[in-house]
């Protein structure tokens, strides 16, 4: 009988703790709802123009909960790498022994002066994922890979390897959603409005801090949008 | 009363273990310098981390063809520069474009690179792993090649007390060692902790020295840290733009961080790109240049004449600091590369 209790109170906290963790979710759309970018596959972009996308990551970082304006639950960790095109990376989790009630959420695209300037960081954070300047110290915000029509460089590649921490080309962003409190959240990045921007820059190699990196980190964080159910 | 009696124990326990941990510490501030930058908190400066980080330093294993190591363009001989070359000399006998910095007293750096590219000396390794013409290694790489020696397996368990090598870990090491690169003990240290005085010659290069070169050079440490034009101009070979390729900003273009005089007469050649092999030629350079500082302000050095270049050069050789050359305990590690695996 103590067993059986024992057993029962066990799995009621493992229950619990399943139900209070808040799992938020990135997918790469093109702009209409439901239409998810796979890793590789050609899109059309306009009459003329297509791409096709081989690598796409980003950091989310200082995620907040709030209640009514006021902050009910940061973070721990320093930042999150964000991988939309690999199922185990798209994913944001939050975990606690109590979620608190909330009704917004603040975060992070990139990660901020403070982390960039305090030294080498372990797991997703650690140098050795390709999203660390080695020649300048700082990390990459967003990196996205591939190839478009318009592009002129060899094989109509692209290279955006957006970052900078401080100074006037800081490409740091902040975002806030209102959403109702919930355990999965789904985010839709609008890539083909990103590429718009993109296409009009015409700068298809941008691998350092620089002018263009800032203005289209900006753009980056305009198409975040919460889907929500 | 048992509350108290308790929290005097606690108290006395804590101070004895900051006293140990502080007795540990292979970092010690020289009298006479400021507060250091580097930021030691919750970070460890103790023999066995220091160990581990200086045979990092030594290890030709952190290059992809196990040929070039920290060392390789940062030997403890010439105050961790090389003189072999203007430029810094990589795997495959490559060339840099700068002149490989003198390492010493870098807890006081704000920042590290002639252009101040790294922000942190804990990831001031990293640059020279990764870079195609130094050690043209990846992180990973290195941590693969790590991991496989046994030496750095148990030293690694010993200082963090499990077997995880990962980059954080690898790369605090290092800087763990080189924090405790401190050069103090010149003669024109001596002489400012009243163990010592200078000769008339160097008095006089001193008092030439406060009067010109102090602005930029600034004492205790000789340098402000600043990054700015000192006049010789660009190389056509290097283009280097200096602190602007960093900073993205046009007005600090040729500006490179101001280096340390201490050691001079060790870490020839000079300049940012090593064209000057002779410390007369530095000299020449100066003598009577009006320059303008990233500031704004105007720095005029005056016109030396031969006798005061030699009394320039005594004070400038009083900055040598041999005790820091030869000291056993930043060069190679034989005890670490030697060791054998206990049974």
Redesign the interface.
Same mark, same amino acid.
């Given at each position: 009988m103590r067993i059986l209790f024992v057993f029962l109170f066990a799995f009621t906290l493992l229950q619990t703790k399943a139900s209070d963790s808040l799992s938020i979710a990135f997918t790469a759309s093109s702009g209409k709802p439901g239409t998810k970018i796979q890793r590789n596959q050609w899109i059309k972009t306009g009459a003329h123009d297509s791409l096709r996308i081989s690598d796409f990551r980003f950091y989310i970082s200082n995620v907040q909960l709030l209640h009514q304006g006021k902050i009910v639950l940061t973070d721990s960790l320093e930042g999150h790498l964000i991988n939309p095109f690999q199922a185990e990376q798209s994913k944001l989790m939050l975990s606690k022994p109590r979620l608190p009630e909330f009704d917004e959420i603040k975060l992070g695209i990139g990660i901020d002066s403070l982390t !960039?300037? &305090? $030294? #080498?960081? !372990?797991n997703d954070l &650690? #140098?050795?994922h390709g999203m660390?300047w080695?020649?300048?110290? $700082?990390y990459i915000n967003l990196r996205i890979e591939g190839q478009h029509s318009a592009s002129t460089l060899s094989d109509n590649e692209f290279f955006f390897h957006l970052g900078a921490y401080a $100074? #006037?080309?800081n490409c740091y962003q902040t975002l806030s959603f209102k959403v109702n409190a919930q355990n999965q959240l789904a985010i839709e990045i609008n890539l083909l409005d990103w590429f718009k921007e993109a296409e009009q820059i015409k700068v298809w190699k941008i691998m350092s801090?620089?002018?263009e990196a800032a203005q289209l980190s900006k753009t980056f964080a305009r198409a975040f949008r919460v889907i929500q159910p | 009363m048992k509350k108290l009696k308790f929290l005097l124990l606690l108290a006395c326990l804590s101070s004895i273990m900051g006293m140990r941990q502080l007795q540990d510490s292979l970092f010690k501030k020289p009298a006479h310098f400021p507060e250091p930058k580097y930021?030691f908190k919750g970070k460890r400066v103790d023999s066995l981390q220091v160990l581990l980080g200086r045979a990092l330093f030594y290890d030709e294993a952190l290059s992809i063809d196990f040929t070039t190591s920290c060392a390789s363009c940062h030997s403890p001989f010439s105050a961790f520069t090389h003189n072999d070359h203007e430029v810094s000399h990589g795997i495959q006998d490559r060339f840099g474009k700068r002149n490989s910095p003198a390492l010493f007293n870098l807890a006081w750096q704000p920042y590290y690179m002639w252009d101040g590219?790294?922000?942190? @000396?804990?990831?001031q390794a @990293?640059?020279p792993?990764?870079?195609p013409d130094e050690m043209g290694e +990846?992180?990973?790489h290195v941590?693969k090649k790590i991991k496989h020696s046994w030496r750095y397996r148990s030293l690694f368990n010993k200082v963090y007390g499990d077997t995880l090598i990962? +980059?954080?870990r690898m @790369?605090?090491s290092i800087s763990s060692f080189l924090v405790t690169l401190v050069s103090a003990e010149s003669k024109y240290d001596r002489v400012m902790l009243k163990k010592d005085s200078f000769n008339l010659q160097e008095q006089n290069g001193y008092t030439l020295f406060k009067n010109n070169c102090n602005t930029c050079h600034t004492e205790p440490l000789f340098t402000s840290f600043n990054f700015e034009n000192n006049g010789i101009g660009m190389l056509e070979k290097y283009r280097d733009l200096g602190r602007a390729a960093? +900073?993205?900003d046009p007005q600090d273009s040729l500006r490179f961080k101001v280096p340390s005089l201490r050691n001079l007469e060790f870490t020839y050649p000079y300049m940012h790109d090593g064209r000057m092999q002779k410390l007369y030629q530095v000299l020449d350079h100066y003598s009577g240049i009006t320059l303008q500082k990233a500031d704004g302000t105007k720095v005029s050095v005056q016109k030396f004449s031969p006798e005061e270049k030699v009394d320039l050069m005594a004070f400038l050789l009083a900055l040598g600091d041999r005790t820091f050359l030869y000291a056993t305990k930043n060069q190679f590690p034989k005890e670490f590369f030697f060791s054998q695996p206990m049974e």
């Open positions: !960039s300037v &305090d $030294g #080498p960081k !372990s &650690d #140098p050795i660390y080695t020649w300048q110290s $700082g $100074g #006037p080309f801090p620089r002018r | 930021a590219a790294i922000n942190n @000396l804990d990831v @990293l640059a792993i990764n870079h +990846s992180t990973e941590l990962n +980059s954080e @790369l605090k960093i +900073s993205g």
